[in-house]
């Protein structure tokens, strides 16, 4: 009998040695004479651990990590095969407190198994929504998505339920599905890891949204940056098609839907959802006015039901649980689940998936372990680098989309990014203005000309330069690319920069040459 070993085959994990520790448990389990079969499992989202290594046992599997490749030879003389004690175990992986105290319905999957063997998605409930959505009317289906109180995880958190109810009621003789899978924000890597770890998932949300909105064709947008998610995702879709569940007749339901998996160049701005329905038609990503919105005009000015990856991937359990199941976690208008991600000057970074409501100290301080130098947390940004500065004080907020709005901030894709006391918040304003004139489309005014004229701006402010003025003149200069604006990368650049103002005007008021500057 052969001994089962996960090691996951997470980009990650493999960046710290997983591949290497892989290969060394194969070879010297085999010079002792034991068998074993090396899993490449997803990460189960400890990245602070990685290469994190699980063993099979009839207690259950049992953790070790961080794993390099010089331990292999000791963890298995001192019995890693079979589960033992050793400076580097960790007991129980479900126990692991960690792990247990999450809510994981996304990526409840990530980690369990091959993330390309189908029989084991199914062993562990995949394709369940899939079949219940095949027999349930279409009109219920979108109204269980509405019940749900699911929103889209990209930022604005509009209601799925309506985008289904209104491509399914558009008029049409074609229809798209199109997963925004382009994660370009600082500090945010949940999707890599489900397409990485659990691609299944996502092509089964996606063909829910399909047979049920009367597409016939989904296309999952990834950026180039991503080149282990796009070959997993391609061989997940050839899989499905050879099982049956995709293609020209899902599960022999009659229904027509497929998936193809689109190769994107890296732009930012093609995270928005119209300029990545430009980049898909082959154009230059650059951002659409709307009206008319995409769910009436999307792709090549079809009816296009447009959503990101963590959207897409709460779809399956919702189908299969209920919308109740799903509604009954969160707070307030925030319901189910988000996908937390810790990065930036922290212990413990990782993915952490928790019902709407935990707060931000929880997140930074139990899960995250606070700073990674040891020095007082300053500042978190949320939301991405377009996302707002948030002081030490305010890390009680409630992570919610109504919570983080009343605190100036936004929830965006759920990325959490740490700073210390040694941080320089003027220097942090001056790069969120600087992101935005580099990665801008250049379509609109208040965007292009706003974020240049913002780096050089704020550039007078710590040179000491009429600082006051110029202050007054950054304010409006953030007014009007707020309103200003065609979209999100224009319009939410002014966040970081004005919470960096705000909550640590010190910073821009700093001597210059020993010199105060006026």
Same mark, same amino acid.
């Given at each position: 009998m052969s001994v089962r070993v996960f090691v996951p085959g997470d980009s990650a994990a493999c960046s710290v040695g997983a591949d290497e520790v892989a290969a060394l448990i194969a070879e010297l389990a085999a010079a002792r004479g034991i068998t074993v079969e090396v899993i490449? %499992?997803?990460?189960? =989202?400890?990245?602070?651990?990685?290469?994190? +290594?699980?063993?099979?046992?009839?207690?259950?599997?049992?953790?070790?990590?961080?794993?390099?490749?010089?331990?292999?030879?000791?963890?298995? /003389?001192?019995?890693?095969?079979?589960?033992? /004690?050793?400076?580097? =175990?960790?007991?129980?992986?479900?126990?692991?407190?960690?792990?247990?105290?999450?809510?994981?319905?996304?990526?409840?999957?990530?980690?369990?198994?091959?993330?390309? /063997?189908? /029989?084991?998605?199914? %062993?562990?409930?995949?394709?369940?929504?899939?079949?219940?959505?095949?027999?349930? &009317? +279409?009109?219920?289906?979108?109204?269980?998505?509405?019940?749900? =109180?699911?929103?889209?995880?990209?930022?604005?958190?509009? &209601?799925?339920?309506i985008k289904w109810r209104t491509v399914l009621e558009a008029d049409a003789d074609q229809k798209f599905v199109c997963c925004n899978a382009d994660e370009g924000d600082s500090g945010t890597f949940a999707d890599r890891m489900l397409m990485e770890g659990d691609p299944f998932t996502l092509l089964e949300g996606m063909a829910i949204a399909g047979v049920t909105i009367g597409a016939s064709l989904g296309l999952i947008y990834v950026r180039s940056e991503y080149p282990a998610a796009i070959a997993t995702l391609r061989t997940a879709v050839d899989i499905a098609r050879v099982d049956g569940w995709l293609g020209a007749d899902v599960s022999g339901s009659g229904r027509a839907f497929d998936v193809r998996v689109v190769e994107g160049a890296g732009s930012y701005v093609c995270g928005e959802e119209t300029a990545m329905l430009e980049s898909l038609e082959g154009k230059r990503g650059m951002v659409r006015p709307k009206p008319p919105i995409p769910a009436l005009q999307g792709l090549f000015g079809k009816p296009t039901l447009v959503h990101n990856v963590l959207t897409l991937s709460a779809v399956p359990a919702i189908m299969a649980e209920g919308p109740t199941a799903y509604q009954s976690l969160g707070v307030d208008r925030s319901r189910g689940t988000q996908v937390f991600q810790l990065a930036g000057n922290i212990a413990r970074g990782g993915i952490v998936e928790l019902a709407f409501g935990v707060s931000l100290r929880e997140l930074v301080e139990d899960f995250g372990g606070a700073t990674r130098s040891g020095r007082p947390v300053r500042a978190v940004q949320v939301g991405g680098p377009l996302g707002a500065y948030l002081p030490e004080s305010a890390l009680d907020v409630s992570m919610d989309y109504e919570a983080l709005a009343a605190a100036g901030s936004m929830l965006g894709h759920g990325g959490v990014v740490v700073f210390d006391d040694t941080v320089d918040m003027a220097a942090q304003a001056r790069f969120a203005m600087e992101f935005c004139a580099v990665e801008s489309c250049g379509k609109c005014t208040p965007c292009r000309i706003g974020s240049t004229r913002g780096v050089e701006v704020i550039d007078k402010i710590t040179a000491g330069v009429d600082r006051a003025r110029n202050l007054e003149l950054l304010e409006e200069l953030c007014e009007t690319m707020t309103d200003g604006s065609l979209c999100a990368m224009g319009g939410l650049t002014p966040l970081p920069v004005r919470s960096a103002v705000t909550h640590f005007g010190e910073d821009f008021h700093r001597p210059v040459n020993g010199r105060q500057g006026q």
């Open positions: 490449r %499992n997803g990460s189960r =989202g400890m990245l602070w651990l990685e290469p994190f +290594v699980e063993v099979q046992t009839p207690a259950g599997r049992i953790g070790y990590g961080p794993v390099a490749p010089g331990d292999v030879a000791s963890l298995i /003389d001192a019995g890693l095969l079979e589960g033992e /004690d050793h400076a580097l =175990g960790h007991g129980l992986v479900e126990e692991i407190g960690w792990l247990a105290r999450q809510q994981r319905v996304s990526f409840a999957r990530v980690g369990l198994a091959d993330p390309l /063997d189908l /029989d084991e998605y199914r %062993n562990l409930g995949g394709l369940a929504g899939l079949r219940r959505a095949l027999k349930t &009317p +279409v009109d219920e289906v979108v109204g269980d998505i509405l019940a749900s =109180g699911l929103r889209g995880r990209g930022g604005a958190g509009f &209601p799925a339920g």
